[in-house]
């Protein structure tokens, strides 16, 4: 059973799945206390514990510390296995993960002391931000040399992903980072105005693409067959919606920007690219329901194949709403209200979410040689996370569609029906519910660290793990 | 091939990737700084306003609030003229946002007296009642101006001596209020909005007593936070015993009065209600 035969470094990616479930745990308890402070104001502890300093904490934590460190530990296992090769510099990836948590617990604290560059996505000041790059640059080249001396000739689809996520990052990192630094824990972006909201956009719907979609497809197309036993249904299908998607998905930054003074000819090009995305979206959605063909009764028995199934359609599902927010006349209905927190949380907790427990499941038993600690807390862990998931993103969608209408409404004489104010103070119930929703996604996570842990640290040496 | 070479693969990945990349984020940069966009009236940020927005940066005001007024019926109405690309030239970085949890700010500037603001940020439930922001009294605290002169100089923004030593003894809430007020005041869209009331100006409800409960609901609601629940004024100025015409108070309620930091609320209330609480206003006069 000893998968060390081959020498693959191991320990540091158990090392990686570690800290990625704590900072998963930080960011979705946080993610309850922001939802609690926005239905609760007197929450707020000014100024360390405010809604304005905690949101970015919660979605750096999120995107960074939980996807990113999953990501991180995945991208070793996977290319390992993929390429037949030791990880080319196992010390460097022992660096790697110091420097990673290094990186998050100092997001963490500056972002909480007000050190933000506002950007979404990209609010670490200058100096965590280099070491952001340095990070990334010492993960790109550990995996990309590995690749390079690998022993199996053929490239799977995955390793693929995890190539265009490298060097996609990189250059979206290095990018919308520019700024002009005034001090140690101050400075401002190198872009101004409508330049600088074209960049960012760019950047942050790209994160969407290569953090939260290209590295989550690279575990599917590796997991799925793993799961099932069963190869992939079309790996022609996969290398056509892996060119598509890396190409079109740089032109719909600015359909966050629909409205506004971006020139319209940008916007326009934005609206139809993510109307196309739909396509190589949709062709890793059903690359992943007809590989299921006869093996639809792994549903039941296979509990792997219950999240990344349920983990794909949720990405299908996030893939038709999210072109259809970018058309002009839905977007001016519900940008910038509940809506769109509904949207992205599918994504995270829905699809990139269920997709990670799925890698962590399945990877935990094999680095430590045991069964999991237990089938049904697996069980209980997987209804919970999406009954949460579905309560908060449901909630959020009927708040978005009523306030939208409210905003909206006229008068006979053309003037507003309702303030401002008498549209908030209908959020509140829809706000509770976020917040129930959220709490019932967290008690989802304690049970499975519960389980992953109690999993680790098994005393008893199990009988070896069946080969799948 | 592909398959079988990683580093072509790389490099044609990259490719892939930098023409969307091109075209729509670099290209861009030529459109958007068409000297046509350019709008004379906008004005870099003071010393003062420049500290101000770093602590809405700092507070993470984005989050909630959004800086763009999209050209859209709802949009204009409730918070004033389209934004414009040339009137973002000094915002490094733009602080347009996502999320309208509190409303747009954009242009916020102008909309209420100083006095509003100072006591709205301390305590926004003592001004909207049902606010859900939170309490920011903490900004009272004094103004750290170390790197003022710095910030400055980067952003190529002119300022003289004496505005620097104008920060003196100015409290971090000072500076907040002064960037707000700024905030898309430069182009002087609120006089061509006030242009709008046109018609003939007769209360549709004189000596219709029946209005005047509905016409105080809405004076609580709308008014009561500045001119007082019992009228006597506060923010705003006595209403208690209003001798003006109808048309007059109409007008002033409708349009707005901006030098005074009198809001217009003609767009958010429509006439009739503006009728109604210019009743109930007559119904309480004395003489």
């Known amino acids: 059973m000893n998968n060390n035969k081959e020498g693959y470094a191991d320990e540091v990616v158990k090392g990686f799945i570690t800290w990625s479930l704590v900072w998963g745990v930080v960011s979705v308890l946080l993610g309850v206390v922001i939802s609690l402070q926005l239905a609760y104001p007197q929450l707020n502890l000014p100024p360390y514990l405010s809604y304005g300093r905690l949101r970015p904490i919660h979605t750096n934590a999120g995107i960074f510390g939980w996807g990113i460190g999953s990501f991180m530990a995945f991208f070793i296992y996977i290319t390992q296995r993929l390429t037949k090769t030791r990880l080319w510099s196992p010390g460097l990836a022992r660096f790697q993960l110091w420097l990673f948590n290094i990186i998050i617990t100092l997001a963490a604290v500056t972002l909480m002391l007000g050190m933000t560059r506002s950007k979404e996505y990209a609010e670490l000041e200058w100096p965590v931000a280099l070491l952001v790059v340095v990070l990334w640059v010492i993960f790109s080249i550990n995996i990309i040399m590995t690749i390079v001396k690998r022993k199996e000739e053929q490239m799977y689809i995955s390793l693929w992903y995890i190539l265009a996520a490298l060097v996609g990052v990189a250059v979206l990192y290095l990018v919308n980072n520019a700024g002009i630094p005034i001090s140690l824990t101050k400075s401002y972006s190198a872009y101004a105005g409508v330049n600088d909201a074209n960049v960012q956009w760019w950047y942050g719907h790209n994160a969407v693409a290569m953090v939260l979609t290209a590295p989550p497809l690279a575990l599917f197309y590796y997991l799925l067959p793993k799961s099932t036993g069963v190869p992939i249904y079309s790996h022609r299908m996969g290398v056509i919606a892996f060119w598509s998607l890396i190409f079109m998905y740089l032109w719909t930054g600015a359909h966050h920007l629909l409205w506004t003074p971006v020139p319209d000819w940008v916007q326009t090009l934005a609206m139809a690219f993510s109307i196309m995305l739909i396509a190589p979206s949709w062709a890793a959605v059903f690359n992943g329901y007809f590989s299921m063909n006869g093996q639809w009764h792994q549903m039941r028995e296979n509990y792997l194949v219950k999240f990344l199934i349920f983990g794909i359609t949720f990405y299908g599902l996030q893939t038709i709403q999210g072109p259809s927010q970018a058309v002009r006349t839905f977007s001016a209905f519900i940008h910038y209200t509940d809506w769109v927190p509904g949207h992205v949380h599918m994504g995270t907790l829905g699809w990139v979410s269920l997709v990670i427990f799925a890698a962590i499941y399945y990877t935990i038993p094999k680095l430590y040689g045991r069964e999991i600690h237990s089938v049904p807390l697996v069980n209980l862990h997987f209804w919970l996370a999406v009954t949460g998931q579905l309560i908060f993103s449901i909630t959020m969608w009927i708040a978005g569609i009523q306030q939208a209408t409210m905003l909206h409404a006229t008068n006979p004489d053309g003037s507003l029906h309702y303030s401002f104010m008498e549209t908030l103070v209908e959020m509140y119930p829809y706000w509770y519910g976020r917040a129930f929703g959220g709490a019932i996604y967290f008690v989802s996570m304690l049970i499975f660290v519960y389980n992953i842990v109690k999993t680790m640290t098994a005393t008893t040496s199990q009988a070896a793990i069946k080969k799948a | ?287």
């Not at chain 2, 007296?113 to 009272?140: C, E, G």
């Open chain 2, 1 to 287: 091939m592909l398959e079988k070479k990683p580093v072509i693969f790389l490099l044609l990945a990259t490719v892939v990737i930098l023409i969307g990349t091109v075209v729509t984020m670099i290209a861009p940069f030529k459109w958007i700084n068409d000297p046509k966009l350019k709008i004379a009236e906008v004005k870099p940020y003071t010393p003062l306003q420049l500290e101000g927005r770093d602590i809405y940066i700092r507070e993470g005001c984005n989050n909630c609030h959004t800086q763009t007024v999209r050209p859209l019926l709802a949009d204009v109405e409730r918070y004033g003229e389209y934004s414009k690309a040339g009137e973002f030239v000094y915002d490094q970085p733009h602080l347009w946002g996502s999320r309208r949890t509190g409303p747009d700010l954009a242009r916020i500037g102008g909309k209420y007296p100083d006095a509003w603001h100072y006591k709205h940020m301390v305590d926004p439930q003592s001004m909207v009642p049902r606010s859900n922001m939170p309490k920011y009294a903490f900004l009272q605290q004094p103004l750290d101006t170390s790197l003022t002169e710095r910030k400055m100089k980067a952003l190529n923004f002119p300022y003289i001596p004496s505005d620097l030593a104008m920060l003196k003894g100015k409290s971090e809430l000072d500076a907040m209020v002064a960037y707000l007020q700024k905030l898309g005041s430069d182009i002087p869209w609120r006089k061509a909005a006030q242009a709008a009331v046109v018609g003939e100006l007769k209360n549709p409800y004189l000596d219709n007593k029946t209005v005047i409960p509905e016409g105080k609901a809405i004076y609580d609601k709308e008014c009561a936070t500045c001119h007082g629940a019992d009228l006597k004024g506060d923010v705003g100025r006595s209403l208690a015993d209003i001798d003006k015409p109808d048309s007059q108070i109409f007008k002033t309620v409708y349009g707005g009065v901006a030098d005074k930091g009198m809001p217009a609320f003609g767009d958010t209330l429509g006439k009739e209600r503006v009728w109604k609480v210019t009743s109930f206003l007559k119904s309480v006069q004395k003489h």
